[in-house]
């Protein structure tokens, strides 16, 4: 695995923009029959799998995503193993009431023992199902994985890796694909090759190392954009106005693109435009309890701890989803309309006196440190999405051996209110998998059939992509549909708008 100092020039079949879980899952697939690619990676984070407070959020990995780590059972083994098995929303869910004189839910103030009941014993006021039914435990088909984002990314970089040794050691064999990583390279244009290449590369990707600014240059014949909702490559690709060009649609070995053919379709939903940041809680922190006793926290449960606050602009509450490390730090999500008073509040000191107030049962002044408050002062945090999915996804060349195709967030992004961003993006790499199994697309697959007379491939890459292209957009629109409509008011937001949208919905 490389991560930095490549060469002036290098190829690939394969050049994969983002090393995020779905770009991956895309060289796992590529690299492995009946492809076997040489595939190259290349990610701007030198740390892809590194705890970051400001994407410290959590995959629910369900039965669709589940599709794509099946095929790979030590990735799917290591999900496994680093994630919290749900088998229902509302299992393991504690609400903690603001009001500090109001006993914490079936926690009995008076027992010193309640604090390691199981939460399957809680039984929540006012939460239609907080228990796991029978059935729901029979069906493996309801079974979802917790797991937060870089622990996600870790373990399919240690696959990637795993793998990628299995194929160095079948060095005899010369169908074998390949991966290499480039982490702290930054894509910085997608274009067609300036020169032709004795094997017909058609594609260039420039990128440039993070640290020492040296530009490196790829040839492949297949770039896939997996860099997230503002992708580069499918920046690369697009035009604005009649008179706008880009590299593409200027070139002699490549199609005409069609006006807005890679402009975003967008539609907004209630969750869109809320603002996000995250508060770090330490691992097993206490919330107090009436009678002068506490509850400790444990890192396998959900909490909803409300505020005491009731104006619209100033009530909160903080979400806590389940992490596996029960001594791991406790990402609290804070989810806001864009007006609450939250975001007018610039200094840690600020914060500290302003969530001590709203949140009396959490001890903040021993739980939390100075240097967390400045940190979530200084944070801008992110708002959630339109409801978005692009025109068009793949563009192949006139001879139809070279393309660029979009998976995950590159096609489609939405508020997390369905949970579906991790999924459909895996399965996008599943469905660009199965769009190409008969399409040689490695050099010894090339090689072999032109030694042999044959034609490239039983079907090329260009009329594959298309292919790949209907399909997805299919699902992609009618997923664009459901976010918009599924659980937007989730977040229990304030404002009467929110309130009213939530009792009609």
């Known amino acids: 695995m490389t991560s930095t100092g490549v060469s002036a020039k290098q190829v690939a079949d394969v050049a994969i923009v983002g090393g995020g879980p779905v770009g991956l899952a895309t060289a ?5 029959p009946p492809h076997n690619c040489h595939v190259c990676i290349v990610e701007s984070n030198a740390m892809v ?14 039965q669709r995503g589940q599709r794509l780590t099946k095929k790979f059972p030590r990735l799917h083994k290591k999900l496994i193993d680093s994630s919290i098995e749900s088998r229902g929303m509302m299992s393991n869910f504690m609400v903690v009431p603001g009001d500090p004189n109001l006993p914490l839910p079936g926690i009995d103030a008076n027992d010193s023992s309640s604090n390691s009941r199981k939460m399957s014993e809680v039984v929540n006021p006012g939460i239609e199902a907080t228990m796991k039914s029978t059935a729901a435990e029979e069906d493996d088909s309801k079974v979802s994985f917790w797991i937060p984002r870089h622990e996600m990314t870790r373990i399919m970089k240690e696959v990637v890796e795993e ?3 299995i194929l160095e050691n079948k060095s005899d064999d010369n169908n074998a694909g390949s991966i290499t990583v480039l982490f702290g390279m930054e894509c910085m244009d997608v274009s067609p ?3 032709t290449l004795p094997d017909d590369y058609g594609i260039q990707v420039v990128v ?3 640290t020492t600014e040296e530009i490196s240059v790829y040839h492949c014949n297949l770039v896939v954009g997996a860099d997230g909702y503002k992708s580069t490559v499918r920046n690369s690709l697009g035009r604005t106005n009649k008179t706008s060009e880009n590299k593409f649609h200027s070139h002699k070995s490549w199609p005409e693109i069609p006006l807005h053919k890679f402009k975003l379709k967008q539609y907004k939903s209630p969750a869109t435009g809320l603002r996000i940041k995250v ?40 979400g806590l989803l389940p992490v596996k490390d029960n001594n791991a730090v406790r990402p609290a999500n804070i989810i806001t309309r864009p007006n609450h008073i939250l975001w007018t509040l610039r200094t840690g000191e600020e914060l500290k006196e302003w969530f001590s107030k709203c949140f009396p049962r959490l001890n903040f002044s021993k739980m939390v440190c100075q240097q967390e ?5 200084q944070a801008e945090g992110t708002r959630f999405p ?30 997390p209110d369905i949970g579906q961003g991790v999924n459909s993006g895996l399965l996008d790499v599943l469905a660009l998998g199965e769009a190409l199994t008969n399409v040689h697309l490695s050099s010894s697959s090339r090689q072999q059939a032109s030694m042999k007379s044959e034609t490239l491939g039983d079907v090329s890459l260009g009329d594959a992509l298309d292919k790949f292209e209907r399909n997805r957009l299919k699902e992609t629109r009618a997923l664009v549909h459901l976010a918009r409509i599924g659980a937007p008011y989730q977040y229990n937001q304030p404002l009467r708008v929110d309130k009213l949208g939530k009792a009609l919905w």
Do not use: M
């Open 163 to 165: 793998e990628n040794e």
């Open 28 to 32: 796992l697939t590529l690299s492995h």
């Open 373 to 377: 408050w400045d940190r979530l002062a």
């Open 49 to 62: 799998n590194y705890y970051d407070p400001t994407k410290a959020f959590l995959y629910n990995v369900n």
């Open 208 to 210: 440039k190392n993070s």
């Open 193 to 195: 090759a300036i020169s």
């Open 279 to 318: 508060l770090q809680l330490p691992p097993q922190f206490e919330i107090n309890n009436v009678n002068g006793t506490t509850y400790k926290t444990k890192g396998s449960f959900i909490y909803a701890i409300r505020g005491v606050n009731k104006k619209p602009t100033t009530y909160l509450g903080l």
């Open 386 to 415: 339109h409801c978005q999915y692009s025109n068009g996804i793949s563009l192949s060349s006139l001879d139809t051996r070279s393309g660029v195709v979009l998976v995950g967030d590159a096609i489609h992004s939405y508020p």
